[in-house]
Structures are given as C-alpha cells and as structure tokens.
C-alpha cells in the first residue's frame, strides 16, 4: 500500500500555453511567471478571509446588519470555502488544474463584484457565501499546481513562497482594508474591499492562459460523493455553531450540531476507509494521512491557523472597540508584524536549507516570546496600551509566525505524488481554512463573551495566553518532524 502511494506516476496533461511550461522530460513545469500567476491566484481569496474584518462596523452602519448577520458576512464565506475545498481539489485532479483555476478566478470575480454591489445585508450574505465557494475552486489548484509542476529544490521554494504569501495576505488584508474603508473611493465606502479583487481575479485569469501549464491525475476517478456530503455536514455541524451560536443566543440547534459532529465525522473516516479497501478513489483517502510529513505537518497546521487566526481577529476588535480606533489606525498598528512576517519569509527558505525543522521549532519559540511579551505590555498598564506599545510583541509575533507558516506548506506536501497533488493540496487548504475559521469562533466568541465582564485588557490577556499554549504544543510537534523539510 505504502509503496503503491509513494510511487508518483507521469501525469496526463493538455498542451500548455507555452513551449517553455514542459521540461525536457515531458511533464509538466510551472516557470517563474506562471508562479507569480498561481500566487496572485491564491493571494486574493486569502486576503478576502480577513480583509472584511475592518469594514464590519461601516457595513452595518449601511445596510442595518446587526451582530448575527454581520458574523454571517465573516462566516458565510470561511464556511463554505472550507467545506469544499477538497472537492475543489478533487475537481482538479479530474478536469485539469488550469482549468479549474481560470473558472475559479472568473467565479472569483463575478462573487467580489457581487459583493461590492449587494443592496442589502443578505444579499451581502449570499455573495460572500458564493464567493467562499469560488475560493474553494481556485486554492487548490495553486497547491496543486505548483506540487505537480516544479521538482526539488524549486518545489521547496515554491511551497515556501506561498506559506509567506498566505500569511502576508492575512496581516495586509486588515491594513489594507481599513485604508480602503477610510478613503472612500468614489463613496464606495465599505464596498472597495470587494471591488479591488475583480481586476485582479481577471489579470489572474488571462496571465492564467498563458503561463500556467495543464497538469491531472493520470486516471480520472469519481467524485466521493458519500464522502464530500459527509465531510461538508462534519465541518458545517463544527463550524456554524461556533461561528453563529453566540450571535443567535445558542439556541438548541446549535448544541444539536456539535453534539452531531462527532457521529459525522467518526462516519466519514469509516466511509473513506471502505472505499479505499474497495479500491475506490475516497475524498481523502487514508493513506495519504499516513505519510509521516502529511500527518505531522496537519498536526501542527491546526494550532498555528487556529491560534493565527484567533489572533487577527481579536486584535481588530480590540483596537476597534477597547481602543476607539479608526479602521486605517486599527490596520497600521499590525504593520509591524507584517514586516517581521515578511522579514522571516524572506530568510525563510534559506535557513531552512541548512537547518530543517529546526526552524519551525525556533519560530514557535519566538511566537511564544511575542505573545508573551503583548499579554505583559497590556497587563502591565491597560489604560495605556497602544499600537505603539503593542509594536515590540505584534512584531515577535510576526517573526514566529513566518518562520513557521513559510516552512509548513513544504513540510506537508513535500512526499505526496504529483498525480494526489490536488487531493492533498484540498486536504492542506481545507485544513488550514478550517483551523483559521475555528480560530475566529472560538477565540473570537470567547472575548467578545468576557470583555464586557472583564474589560478588554484582561479579556485580550486571556485569548493570547491561550495561543500562547497553542506555541508550547506546535514546539512539541515540530521537535518530532524530520529534520529535512524535503
């Protein structure tokens, strides 16, 4: 089995746009443009994940939302960008890679104007719900592509780049929504946060065309469909009670959903397990979870996006609303962990070449020390916690999180054959969108439930001691991965 799983077999692929997009060798090779195309490709849904977070107060200012809906507008759309993105993926391996990326790109586009234009608050709702889902077709194609398409030591690279890009996307989305929010460009006011991603999904999507090559897997298996409407029921029994409970009161169905999501998900591992001894092709199939660096790396993936994701957003909130600040200071306060993240992504793929793991091991370290460092600073003088004092933690933090995020995509997908690089790529990414999701959720509803009570010192102090023990636990985990990321 672990043989059969290992060996990676030539990929059946459609001409590509360019003479340069195959090697010598016949498969397919994604050169330095087609990355920077596949990149932009993954940039925009990854900055869309928070990007509406600093436009929320203006938003219901504007169409009367209120807290439950507005929580849908975050919601709607990490819910259903993570429930179907391995069926994404899948949808790759099938159908060809660059194709499902330039219809991901084009739906990308038409959701984003759909989100600019809304009328009202569920309009807005339903746009960001279909716009999760064009995210979920575009992602894994990214992944997909580059693990199928580059070789070695340039695969390495390439994975390492997009972690940096994915956590880039994250800190810049929040800058750069409040900027766009306080400008109010031609009075689209809260609307430009969705409007500047249609030219881009477009230029994404004619670079598409030219740069990127076809790859898929040799033999087109069926959609799981057992497995996908399992795996969607699991993660939305999980995730729309966090995400929703607190707004609506926790109602009775949203204890019946997480008392369900047990059952689901022990369902969905029996049914993929079954059909991968039928000889079926499974959503997930099991032993890709058994390769060592696939298995460990999603171990460590859930605390970091969880606790990454946790973090972005109660620091929004706390600027917003303990602090009083204005969307654009409430985005340039996290400059500084844009800066150490981008810093440490830069050197990252560097230091890993002649350190391996041990990289991630150092940047749970300085993540702890950052976190640490902000939980003291805002104990120490509540009243005068600012974004200038903040600088030094949100900065350590930042560093941490680089050298852990530009790494982690490599260590993950760096043993899984090219011909499962869309099943695995869906895996990761449904992975990472779900834990940044679970994050906002829990964290998320923790604050806002104790600060009130607490005041949003103590409140914001207790959050960060608890991804502060979310770094003790990915410090653990890296210390057990192969000192060679691959």
């Not at 692929?13 to 330095?32: E, F, N, V, Y």
């Not at 993926?89 to 809304?118: H, K, Y």
């Not at 390439?158 to 009075?187: E, K, P």
């Not at 899984?416 to 969108?433: I, M, Y």
């Amino acid at each position: 089995m672990t043989q059969q799983l290992t060996a990676t077999r030539p990929l059946a692929t459609a001409s590509p746009a360019t003479p340069s997009a195959r090697s010598s060798a016949g498969s397919p090779s994604l050169g330095t443009a087609g990355l920077v195309t596949v990149l932009l490709g993954a940039f925009l849904p990854m900055l869309d994940f928070f990007i509406v977070n600093v436009a929320l107060p203006t938003i219901d200012h504007d169409l009367a939302a209120g807290p439950a809906v507005l929580e849908l507008v975050a919601a709607g759309y990490g819910i259903a960008f993570a429930v179907l993105l391995v069926l994404g993926g899948r949808l790759g391996d099938i159908f060809g890679r660059r194709r499902l990326f330039f219809a991901g790109a084009a739906a990308f586009a038409v959701t984003s104007l759909a989100c600019g234009l809304a009328p009202d608050a569920w309009s807005l709702v339903a746009a960001r719900a279909a716009q999760g889902a064009s995210a979920a077709l575009l992602i894994p194609q990214v992944l997909g592509t580059i693990t199928a398409a580059t070789h070695g030591a340039r695969r390495g690279r390439a994975l390492s780049v997009y972690g940096a890009v994915g956590g880039i996307s994250v800190v810049i989305g929040q800058v750069l929504g409040g900027m766009l929010v306080a400008a109010d460009l031609f009075g689209s006011g809260w609307r430009s946060v969705f409007l500047l991603n249609v030219p881009f999904a477009l230029l994404a999507l004619v670079l598409a065309l030219r740069f990127v090559p076809e790859s898929r897997a040799e033999q087109a298996a069926r959609i799981d469909i057992t497995g996908t409407v399992l795996l969607t029921a699991t993660l939305l029994s999980l995730l729309v009670p966090l995400m929703e409970g607190r707004a609506a009161g926790w109602p009775l169905w949203s204890w019946v959903l997480l008392a369900l999501f047990p059952v689901l998900a022990t369902a969905f591992a029996l049914v993929e397990r079954r059909a991968e001894r039928r000889g079926d092709t499974p959503l997930v199939p099991p032993t890709l979870l058994r390769i060592p660096e696939m298995r460990r790396g999603l171990g460590i993936a859930l605390p970091y996006f969880g606790g990454f994701g946790g973090f972005m957003f109660v620091i929004a909130v706390s600027l917003q609303q303990g602090l009083h600040l204005g969307p654009v200071a409430a985005g340039w306060a996290l400059v500084p962990m844009a800066v150490g993240y981008f810093t440490a992504s830069l050197a990252g793929p560097r230091l890993i070449g002649r350190f391996g793991s041990r990289v991630l091991t150092a940047g749970a370290a300085v993540q702890a020390t950052g976190l640490a460092t902000l939980a003291l600073t805002v104990l120490a003088d509540p009243d005068g916690f600012s974004p200038l004092r903040m600088a030094p933690g949100v900065a350590l933090a930042g560093i941490g999180q680089g050298l852990i995020g530009t790494p982690l995509f490599r260590v993950v997908l760096s043993k899984v054959p090219a011909d499962r690089a869309g099943v695995g790529s869906g895996v990761l990414a449904t992975s990472q969108q779900s834990s940044l999701a679970l994050g906002v959720a829990t964290l998320g509803s923790l604050y806002l439930a104790l600060s009130p009570a607490l005041g949003m010192a103590h409140a914001l102090a207790l959050c960060l001691g608890i991804q502060l023990l979310g770094s003790f636990t990915i410090f653990y985990l890296t210390t057990r991965l192969p000192r060679s990321t691959g």
